[in-house]
């Protein structure tokens, strides 16, 4: 299984709700990644896991949480985002920081 | 700060034609380098990963090849397919990140 999935595909919500992002990969890959992608432009890292603990953090404001409860799963939990946050939020795996990402589809957030 | 620039932005070519698309990055000191497509609104597929040891990479149809101390790394795609229209992005890995270049949004017409 070489497959990265990510749900819910699409999200909407408003700026007072609390929302999570789910990612999960079967691979045994010890890295795994949160990225932010808005339209025509390259994706922007937000935070790297290895090892389910945390070990990046690219400054990213207190409203993204992001949460490894195992070694196949992370989650990114939302609350009291601005419409600016909306884009593609993508998951990435590896094997270990530095090697052959693997990403997921993506779930695209609008934030009204 | 690494900065990574693909050129062209895009590219719009009859089916078969062979083509090289070009990257390059500020920062020589980095541990690898990966190409990635991305099609619309979907996520990115790894398509190659170069070391820095290493001066090529080849998968099928794609050839990577790396010149770190000049800053440069190009793809090249041959016999091109409708297929493959996508945007193509390279990602050189430094200190502890890939940093993703702008992307050459590419269309092969049948």
């Known amino acids: 299984d070489t497959e990265v999935t990510q749900t819910p595909k699409h999200l909407v919500m408003g700026m007072t709700n609390k929302k999570s992002l789910k990612c999960e990969q079967h691979?045994?890959?010890?890295?795994m990644y949160w990225y932010k992608q808005k339209a025509k432009k390259p994706p922007e890292l937000m935070f790297v896991y290895s090892y389910e603990k945390l070990s990046i953090n690219e400054s990213v404001p207190s409203r993204f949480s992001p949460e490894c409860p195992n070694s196949s799963l992370l989650n990114l939990h939302l609350h009291a985002l601005q419409p600016e946050d909306s884009a593609l939020y993508l998951c990435a795996s590896s094997p270990g920081r530095g090697e052959t990402q693997y990403f997921g589809p993506g779930t695209r957030l609008t934030v009204l | 700060k690494q900065e990574v620039t693909q050129i062209p932005a895009a590219l719009s070519v009859p089916e078969g034609e062979n083509l090289v698309l070009n990257c390059s990055f500020t920062?020589?000191?980095?541990?690898?380098l990966q190409w990635f497509r991305q099609d619309p609104g979907k996520g990115l597929t790894s398509l190659l990963l170069i070391q820095s040891s290493q001066r090529e990479q080849t998968s099928g149809r794609l050839n990577a090849s790396l010149d770190k101390s000049s800053g440069r790394s190009t793809l090249y795609i041959a016999a091109s397919q409708p297929g493959d229209s996508a945007t193509y992005l390279c990602a050189p890995f430094g200190t502890y990140k890939y940093i993703f270049g702008t992307g050459t949004r590419l269309k092969v017409l049948a």
């Open positions: 920062d020589s000191a980095i541990y690898n």
């Open positions: 691979m045994g890959h010890r890295a």
